[in-house]
């Protein structure tokens, strides 16, 4: 199967933001706005990709991860939130009631919400799904200037990752960030520094999150139709119970009566 | 930005604006009510309608013959209520901040005209106060809220006038303060007080028609409610 | 409680609904964002928090639907019809909060046609749409047995539902058994979020199980506020009967909850002293093991104030978590932190009250509360002397609520209109200084620019003819000392920094993009920029000064002056005359943007 | 009677007010039964809103008082109508508003004392119910109609005037079933005499029609006509017998007086019925309003609000006459009238009515030397005997000295020689003030004036 990825080098990025700035004019992302509900991490409804400071000093991407197995897509429950073919997580904003759940479960809190609009939509990078139908490479990739970015097949860049790790071993720390977080994220960097940061609240399991909930969802069937036997099976026997209970009652109560 | 436009911009004249519009289309709102109620259980529901608007408009203008009575009273008081009404609702000052605060306004008189309303206004109110103080029968009817209205009333209009003159001795902004603590004041107290004339004048000539038309049986369920059904003897 | 007491509360109840209803009309009309404190990094709170309360009352219904029917204990039927009427309210409550809570509420048919079984949101849409409808048809006999329906046709459909009332029953405790122990598991996807201390693999099952204890202890108060409310008795003894099973259910969620975190190794972090680990603790032990030791006692159960005592720990304490878990506990990100706004905590408000004044009416109007248990409390009914008059209820009630009405629209509609005069009040205008050139502080920054006020007065008279109208364009009600209009509806870059301060040519002299750190050491932000005279030392402050002296000797010569020096510099280094022409520069001024604002 | 500016001294007295007080039920705390009574009217009347509607609304500007004849004579502030109206507004305010109650007791303290109600009953007594106020009031408040509104209270409260209810009591449960206790065979008489004398001075043979099933109109006089107004019954009769219209006096029904206008409008209500009732005994097509005020009034005003279907159309006489005269039916010789003659007009049929006009072209078109009052018409002063006063013969010192000394030196001024007014209660105060002022004038009605100038 295909999956559409970027490697991030964090030793490469001088934080020029020239990706941030492609990535605007190629979404059409508009000028930038302060609303009192954005956070300070740089991400908006309309900013996808901001380039954000390690605490020890590196300048690192973050935008969407493009989990394989993504939490944002199993929490969705309209399909608002869906993966595409080459793997990319898409929204669908016809879709959307709005509900919040995605951006409450995305593990490294990515999906940002319109708040300052009455119709609000989320906004999250969509990895410029249309440029790569187009043949083009995502504007980001384009734009870098210091070649920090590398798009192509997930499997190809771990590959080049691991090969630049094992050459530079002093340079970069023994990690592919993003091979095993939260399932594997499409989103791979190499780094001189932690990105555990990234994650919500620190550092990210490697468990797929859509396992947390499937675990009782798979469950769904075995508790309805249990309670509805159990109910039905309880309902009968107590009645019955209680039917032999008043007839016997009424067998020992007839014959003093009479 | 002063205090006293703070003040007139502020949450605070949201507040008494909206008790203001609200509070005064709820007693013209429960005033038809009663009377359309009161209609409904009239025995005789024929209204003239015509004879009561030609008297609730010759009751407004000061031509009636018996108003000649008091005839200098009478035209005080209507130049009062004309000069009051064209200076609170025309003048440019307040229709900018009514546009701040509302977003719309409409044309404005202008300012010369207006001062001489507002100096209009404040004699027109001086007089109705004087009468009152000075004419036993009134004297005897007013209540302290009275005078107060026309108190308020005369502060307004005084510190709206004196502030912007050239010769103003008090400072300007403490003034305006007075002048916009002192209109609030009367917005306020517009529904709770007779004030609400402005709206419910319209319908006192009618309801007062309307109360003529008695309801059928209205009398026995009254001797009903008091003595039982067994009643009492006249 | 006295008549008096009862209209009061009414009325109060009816002053939140229409406040809310005041707050909701602003909530779609301003959006979510402006109308809630919610945020990026809090993107659900009081109102989830909210709707788990409220279904977690409901289950009351579910739970004396299968007593009465199930378990064939018929002798809860009394109070049946109020359990289902609970569990109605708390639904329609959910499904109402819901709609505000939606950014797009008009798509919130989309579960139906657009299916992601994926989703615990989704399983929950379902579970509360199809209970919901359950419900209605277990609670629409009570209304259909009110004389206004004797009509044969309705008589028909109340036959059928009497038929099909097991099903019925069977369906809606399947159905909310999903539902309630989904609402627990809509939170096991976010371990990042939820407090270790409430989070638990085991969530629907804990939820599952409160849900059933606060169910039925929210029927023993709604028992005696019935009674004190509508001065009746009410069925005491099976109230406390209720009381005598909650521990089941109560003590099994305990201890799952307990066990849960024991063996994850969480548990210790209750003690760790933070208000979060006191509010845990409280959960358990005050709201939790306290009334099932005192529930124990059969003495305490049977008396009226131990069983009302601790059903309301009880429910107390599982509203406390799941408020917590959802809200109060909510792990954030950075930065941001979330507290309801007004409107928000209005409506959130709001919906409850109007349920329970939905609960009156039904209780007033139907045969909800079954037939009358003697009270020897009842005393006669008094009415108020102003209610003698011929009005119609309808037009007394207009009267009572419309006044209310007016207050309460009043008080909250500037409350929450966000409006910019409270922003201009917490800093006020610094008045100006001088005479001939002012100083004026016109953004608020302490960064002065001197005004030349005469020259202003005299183009301006020139312009446009008289003084009076010269003075009006900037003093909106012609006097000094009134700064209402500012200077930036002429100079319309008066506000933008960039026009004075120009960041590109910073930026590019200091050596592009390594050098932010130069004066931007935190943040890469205005705000936390290294101050201009850091670099340049004539913006120093002088001898005798203080501080740092922003003044600059005006708006344009302040910046000007700059620009031409270099210029000139330039011009004769290069051999460039046309460098120090105007023009060159000043294509900008012929913008139309610049020369109609300018006067 | 004590015309006493101090209400305490007239309340030790054995009756705190100056008419005599017929006891309605039994006593007891007066303030509780007014209250009670009060309730009782808000309760099931249309009163309410307008209470309140004057309550927020009245500006107690004392524009009225200059209208007010009682208060310009006596001076005395209670009678301002304002005053008087804010006496019962008052008391709904602080006792039916729940903002009037709670300020109440914070402020004031119940006041509702039993001086009140002694200060109520003599205010609502001493108007006149003329209404000449509400033309002047710049709000437009009706103080006539609290006036109607205060003493149907009262009497409700069991407070009001022995010579109204006792009418009153012989008018719907006595014997005779009229106000003046004329018995049926007195009044045949009484009509025999009347068609005599018609013979005899006019020499036309006028019958007075009793009991005549599907006339055209049923007559009703006040019945003190029938005793005291004997020539203006006569020129009622003369004017139909010329038209040749047919109509009837009911021998079971005969008055025109309705006192429940003054003071309770179940009273007014069950006079109406009875009326109405002996109409359709007969059945009459038309109701046939004979020369008086309040009964012209009631008639036009209440018989479609308390008839229902039942309800007939109303003339007055005055109109007839007039049509009459137009329609050329009735020859009337204007040289019979020689002297100055000048209008009174009622307030019940020109303010409060519809007669304003007819009876001015009546005289005007056989009277050589007509004169108006000033004011007159929509602005008359009131004859000072206004809202059954007049029937109460204590009232007699507070109506000469007081309430009709405006219209006493007003027909003094007009220099009249003749007062005509179609008004019974009018001509008995008017004659009254003639006598006690000493005017040189004489006061009649106005068919008394048709009788004398009409030729056959």
Redo the contacts between chains.
């Keep these: 199967m295909k999956q559409a990825a970027i490697l991030v080098d964090v030793t490469r990025c001088t934080g020029c933001n020239k990706c941030v700035d492609a990535c605007v004019n190629a979404n059409q992302l508009g000028d930038p706005k302060h609303i009192p509900q954005q956070e300070s991490d740089g991400l908006s409804v309309h900013r996808w990709l901001a380039i954000t400071e390690s605490p020890e000093g590196s300048f690192v991407r973050k935008s969407c991860r493009h989990c394989l197995s993504a939490a944002c897509v199993s929490a969705c429950p309209v399909e608002a939130m869906y993966r595409s073919p080459e793997g990319i997580v898409l929204y669908d904003q016809d879709k959307c009631m709005g509900c919040r759940y995605c951006m409450m479960a995305c593990p490294f809190g990515i999906p940002r919400y319109e708040w300052d609009s009455a119709m609000p939509v989320v906004g999250k990078c969509f990895l410029c799904n249309e440029r790569l139908s187009e043949g083009k490479l995502p504007a980001c990739v384009e734009t870098c200037p210091e070649q920090v970015l590398t798009f192509g097949e997930r499997s190809d860049l771990l590959a080049i990752a691991h090969e630049r790790i094992a050459k530079f071993p002093q340079k970069y720390l023994p990690t592919v960030f993003g091979e095993f977080e939260a399932g594997g994220t499409a989103l791979l960097y190499i780094s001189d520094v932690s990105l555990d940061f990234l994650g919500f609240n620190g550092a990210t399991g490697d468990e797929p999150y859509p396992e947390l909930t499937w675990n009782w969802l798979e469950k769904f069937p075995v508790v309805s139709l249990g309670t509805a036997t159990l109910a039905t099976g309880l309902f009968w026997i107590i009645g019955r119970r209680m039917q032999a209970k008043l007839a016997q009652q009424q067998t020992n109560q007839t014959p003093e009566e009479k | 930005m002063p205090t006293w436009l703070l003040l007139a911009k502020g949450p605070a004249f949201y507040f008494i604006l909206v008790v203001f519009v609200v509070g005064l289309l709820r007693l013209v709102v429960l005033t038809v009510w009663d009377i359309a109620a009161a209609i409904r259980r009239a025995g005789d529901q024929r209204l003239p309608y015509g004879q009561v608007v030609r008297q609730t408009l010759s009751w407004i203008f000061p031509f009636h013959k018996l108003h000649r009575l008091r005839g200098f009273y009478s035209y005080a008081s209507y130049g009062f209520h004309i000069a009051f009404l064209l200076t609170a609702l025309f003048l440019r000052n307040h229709l900018d901040i009514l546009r701040d605060d509302i977003g719309f306004s409409w044309w404005a008189i202008s300012k010369p005209i207006l001062d001489v309303l507002t100096l209009a206004s404040i004699v027109g109110a001086a007089i109705l106060l004087f009468t009152r103080l000075y004419r036993a029968d009134s004297r005897h009817l007013s209540r302290l809220s009275d005078y107060l209205l026309l108190i308020l009333l005369l502060n307004i209009f005084v510190s709206g006038y004196v502030a912007g003159r050239a010769w103003n001795p008090i400072p300007y902004d403490g003034l305006m303060l007075f002048h916009t603590l002192n209109g609030m004041g009367l917005l306020l107290v517009s529904p709770f007080s007779k004030v609400a004339h402005c709206v419910l004048y319209p319908l006192i000539r009618l309801g007062s028609e309307v109360s003529w038309h008695l309801s059928p049986r209205g009398g026995r369920d009254v001797i009903e409610t008091l003595h039982g059904l067994e009643g009492r003897k006249i | 409680m006295n008549n008096m007491l009862r209209t009061w509360i009414k009325d109060g109840l009816w002053a939140i609904v229409f406040a809310a209803v005041v707050a909701a009309v602003i909530r ?7 109308g809630s404190g ?4 809090t ?2 709170g009081m109102w989830i928090a909210f709707k788990l309360g409220f279904v977690a009352l409901a289950g009351g219904g579910f739970t004396l639907a ?1 007593v009465v ?4 204990l018929e002798r809860f039927r009394p109070i049946l019809r109020r359990a289902i009427l609970m569990a109605l309210l708390g639904y329609g409550s959910f499904i109402v909060s819901l709609i505000f ?5 008009w ?2 048919y ?2 139906i046609i ?12 379902w579970c509360v749409m199809l209970y919901f409808s359950v419900l209605v048809l277990e609670f629409s006999p009570v209304i259909l047995e009110h004389p206004l329906f004797k009509h044969k046709f309705f008589q028909v459909i109340l036959h059928g539902l009497h038929k099909a009332i ?1 099903p019925l ?3 809606g ?2 159905l909310s ?2 539902h309630q ?2 609402l627990g ?2 939170f ?6 939820v407090h270790p201390l409430w989070y638990s ?1 085991w969530l ?1 099952y804990l939820f599952f199980t409160s849900a059933i204890a606060a169910g039925m202890m929210a029927l023993v108060v709604e028992g005696f506020l019935v009674e004190r409310w509508f001065k009746r008795g009410m069925h005491f003894d099976l109230l406390e009967r209720l009381g005598a099973w909650v521990p089941l259910p109560l003590g099994l969620y305990l201890l799952l909850r307990l066990s849960d975190l024991f063996l994850r190794g969480v548990l210790p972090g209750a003690l760790d002293g933070s208000w979060q680990s006191i509010l845990f603790l409280t959960e358990i032990l005050v709201c939790g093991i306290l009334p099932i030791g005192l529930l124990a006692i059969k003495k305490v159960r049977e008396s009226r104030e131990g069983l009302l005592t601790s059903a309301i720990l009880i429910i107390a304490g599982i509203l406390s978590q799941r408020m917590s878990l959802s809200m109060f506990a909510m ?1 954030q ?4 932190d979330y507290s309801p706004s007004l409107a928000e905590t209005l409506i959130a408000f709001g919906i409850p009250a109007a349920a329970l004044l939905i609960y009156l009416f039904f209780a007033e109007n139907l045969a909800l509360l079954g037939d009358e248990i003697p009270n020897p409390q009842a005393t006669a009914k008094l009415r ?3 209610m ?5 209820p309808g ?1 007394i009630i ?2 009572r609520r ?2 209310l ?3 309460a ?3 909250i ?3 929450m ?1 966000n ?1 910019p ?2 922003d ?2 917490a800093n ?2 610094q008045p100006a200084i001088g005479w001939e050139t002012l100083r004026i502080d016109g953004n608020q920054t302490g960064y002065i620019v001197d005004f030349p006020h005469v020259e202003h007065q005299e183009r301006l008279t020139e312009q446009l003819g008289s003084k009076e109208s010269a003075c009006a364009t900037c003093h ?9 209009t500012s200077c930036s509806q002429c100079h319309t870059d008066y506000y933008q920094p960039i026009s004075i301060f120009n960041h590109t040519v910073h930026q590019k002299s200091l050596g ?3 050098s ?1 750190v130069e004066c931007h050491e935190t ?1 890469h932000v205005r705000q936390s920029a290294a101050i201009c005279q850091d670099c340049h030392e004539t913006m120093t402050a002088q001898e005798g000064e203080s501080v740092f002296n922003p003044f600059a000797s005006s708006y344009k010569d302040a910046l000007h002056r700059r620009c031409l020096n270099c210029h000139e510099q330039k011009a004769v280094e290069l051999d460039k005359p046309e460098l120090a022409l105007c023009s060159t520069c000043h294509t900008y001024y012929e913008s139309d943007q610049l020369q109609t604002n300018l006067p | 009677m004590a015309v006493s500016s101090d209400p305490k001294n007239s309340s030790k007295s054995e009756s705190p007010y100056f008419y005599h007080v017929e006891p309605i039920g039994e006593t007891g705390d007066r303030a509780e039964k007014f209250l009670k009574a009060f309730a009782a009217i808000l309760q099931n009347s249309n009163y309410r809103f307008i209470v309140e509607l004057f309550s927020i609304t009245s500006a107690k500007c004392g524009r009225c008082s200059a209208s007010c004849q009682v208060y310009q004579a006596s001076g005395e502030p209670r009678d301002i109508p304002c005053h008087r109206t804010h006496l019962l507004l008052d008391v709904y305010r602080q006792y039916f508003t729940p903002g009037g109650q709670f300020l109440t007791r914070i402020l004031e303290g119940e006041s509702l004392s039993e001086d009140k109600i002694d200060d109520m009953a003599e205010c609502f007594y001493r108007c006149l119910a003329c209404r000449r106020c509400t033309l002047e009031c710049p709000m437009g408040l009706d103080h006539g109609l609290i006036t109607h509104l205060g003493r149907y209270i009262l009497s409700e409260a069991g407070i009001a005037p022995k010579g109204l209810v006792v009418s009153v009591r012989e008018q719907l449960e006595g014997a005779s079933g009229n106000t003046s206790a004329i018995p049926l065979p007195a009044l045949l008489d009484n009509l025999e005499f009347l068609q005599d004398e018609l013979r005899d001075t006019k020499g036309i043979e006028v019958k007075f029609p009793v009991d005549q099933q599907d006339a055209e109109y049923i007559f009703y006089p006040a019945v003190s006509d029938y005793l005291m107004e004997a020539d203006t019954l006569m020129g009622n009769a003369a004017v139909l017998h010329a038209t040749g219209t047919t109509w009837t006096i009911g021998s079971q029904y005969f008055d025109g007086i309705n006192y429940g206008l003054f003071y309770n409008d179940w009273v007014l209500e069950r006079i109406i019925e009875k009326l109405v009732g002996e109409a359709h005994r007969l059945n009459a097509r038309k109701v046939l309003v004979g020369e008086c005020g309040h009964a012209a009034r009631t008639a036009r005003q209440f018989i479609p609000a308390f008839a229902g279907d039942k309800s007939l159309p109303v003339v007055s006489v005055l109109d007839l006459t007039n049509k009459a005269i137009k329609e050329g039916k009735l020859k009337l010789n204007p040289n019979t009238i020689t002297e100055r003659v000048t209008y009174h007009d009622p307030c019940n049929i020109a303010r409060s009515g519809w007669l304003l006009d007819p009876p001015r072209q009546i005289l005007k078109s056989f009277v050589k030397d007509f004169v108006e009052l000033t004011p007159h018409g929509k602005a008359n002063y009131c004859c000072g005997g206004g809202s059954g006063l007049v029937s109460l013969d204590e009232t007699y010192e507070f109506r000469m000295k007081i309430s009709g000394k405006s219209k006493a030196e007003q027909l003094r001024a007009c220099g009249a020689q003749i007062v005509a007014t179609p008004c019974a209660n009018c001509k008995k105060q008017l004659r009254e003030l003639v006598d006690f002022y000493k005017l040189p004038m004489q006061v009649v009605g106005v068919h008394d004036l048709v009788l004398r100038a009409m030729e056959f």
């Design positions: 779609f009309v301003v959006g979510l964002g402006a919610l945020n990026d990094a993107p659900w299968a029917y199930i378990f064939h809570d939606l950014g797009l509420p798509h919130i989309m579960p657009s299916w992601q079984h994926h989703s615990v949101m989704f399983e929950i849409a097991l029953v069977i369906l405790i399947v058994t999903l122990s989904s598991a809509l096991l996807i976010m371990p990042h979020r693999p629907p792990r990100s950075t930065g941001l108020p002397l102003w003698f008059s011929q009005d119609t037009r207009f009267a419309s006044g009405a007016t207050f629209i009043a008080l509609l500037p409350a209109l409006l005069i409270s201009t009040s006020a205008v909106h009600l012609n006097y000094p000392d009134d700064e209402a592009g993009n390594v932010c943040e």
